[in-house]
């Protein structure tokens, strides 16, 4: 089992630019959520999603758009690409009615110059 | 304004020492408490949780200690090992309105030392 997965890992935008970012999951878990981690900072929720085909705004939406067509994959898009979207991105899944813990994918490391 | 809070942004220990890492917090709706471990270009990694009814949970060296009134927490690790070495994330969590879908909530990390 891969667990969870991210695609790309490493992606060099210029300022406008748009590009997507893949989270795939084995897992068969229900939820997947967004984050991003910068410099000194704690991660802080983009988007989540509680199922297949629907999607909620977290603490940082703006500028993020995302969609779940599949249970397994949750994408997040960039459509505007800008420098302050420099980031680390996270991956997360959780289990319904488990733990409460949430599984976290290996990361992209974005940069916008 | 940060909900979670952790303060020392580093911390070396000797090896067979003990490691604690303290996170502070502020919101009364966190129901639960976790510690995640992140080792450089991984994500992380669940360590271990407690509930806000708890005041104590041990799992082999890790145990997280809750002192609710004081709104602190805390992870020992006993005995460090070098293996342990990594950035700590307390996080704290709440459920979002319906389902059991969760809201976490991060410190901005510990990254932790032990030396040989």
């Known amino acids: 089992n891969a667990g969870v997965t991210q695609t790309p890992k490493f992606r060099v935008l210029k300022t406008g630019q748009s590009m997507t970012l893949l989270c795939a999951q084995d897992m068969n878990h229900e939820y997947m959520y967004w984050y991003r981690q910068d410099p000194g900072m704690g991660l802080r929720l983009i988007h989540y999603s509680v199922g297949e085909g629907t999607t909620a705004k977290g603490e940082v939406p703006d500028g993020y758009n995302v969609s779940r067509l599949k249970k397994q994959n949750f994408l997040l898009g960039l459509e505007s690409a800008a420098p302050s979207q420099t980031s680390v991105y996270f991956c997360a899944t959780q289990l319904v009615g488990g733990p409460i813990e949430q599984y976290f994918g290996p990361g992209t490391r974005l940069t916008v110059t | 304004d940060q909900q979670v809070k952790q303060n020392s942004p580093s911390l070396s220990v000797q090896e067979g020492r003990i490691s604690i890492l303290n996170c502070d917090y502020t919101?009364?709706?966190?129901?639960?408490f976790l510690w995640y471990k992140k080792y450089p270009a991984e994500g992380p990694t669940f360590l271990i949780s407690?509930?806000?009814?708890?005041d104590k949970n041990e799992d082999g060296r890790f145990t997280v200690f809750l002192n609710k009134s004081a709104k602190h927490l805390s992870l020992h690790i006993v005995p460090s090992q070098p293996g342990d070495s990594a950035v700590y994330f307390c996080?704290?969590?709440?459920?979002?309105?319906?389902?059991?879908?969760?809201?976490?909530?991060f410190g901005s990390g510990t990254q932790l030392t032990v030396l040989p």
């Open positions: 407690i509930s806000s009814i708890k």
């Open positions: 919101n009364s709706m966190f129901d639960y």
């Open positions: 996080a704290a969590s709440y459920r979002f309105s319906s389902g059991s879908a969760r809201q976490l909530t």
